[in-house]
């Protein structure tokens, strides 16, 4: 299994404030994704990242921001937390070549309220 | 129409059976096709993918790829309690980046219940 762990794991937190989720992967692997996934919707990619300060966009977008100074850490922010933002989130990374696989991280469950 | 379909079940079979989970997909310029496997509460975990067409075979699991039809079907043999879980189908849409890395987009899963 890809070394990718995330962090935290659980998080309750109010309408407004700040949220920073965290992955860090140990797999030197140069992609990195950020997925929310929600009943009915199955997991929907946030941004991802193709190297080290090098980000962009996917489906969901709005409302987070990420950051990546390492190959390891991939931030995701959420800058004032909405209910709707209430989710599971998950990190992934892969190695180069686009067949390669995804691996995820275990996940963080998010409550806005 | 959805980019990535999936029957969201649940799909019940006996245990020792075959289970069948299909998925189709909308975009013929599809690439890449993954199997991901998700117990609940878990993060999804793959088991198998697949680029050509035809059958890929990997112990119990079969990965299925008929790219005219735009079908891509994962085959359980001797299905198992702990096979119990949701399924969900990914598909290579779209190259990003410096077109080396892959932008998956997630079907919503087929739960899948194996009886005793």
Redesign the interface.
Known sequence: DAGITQSPRHKVTETGTPVTLRCHQTENH??MYWYRQDP??????IH?S??VK?T?K?EVSDGYSVSRSKTEDFLLTLESATSSQTSVY?CAS?R????????????TRLSIL | QKEVEQNSGPLSVPEGAIASLNCTYSDRGSQSFFWYRQYSGKSPELIMFIYSNGDKEDGRFTAQLNKASQYVSLLIRDSQPSDSATYLCAVLLISVGDGTASKLTFGTGTRLQVTL
């Open positions: 140069r992609y009915g919707h199955g997991l929907r990619l991802y193709y190297g090098d962009d996917g998950f892969s180069t070549g686009k067949d390669q696989p995804q691996h995820f991280g275990d996940g």
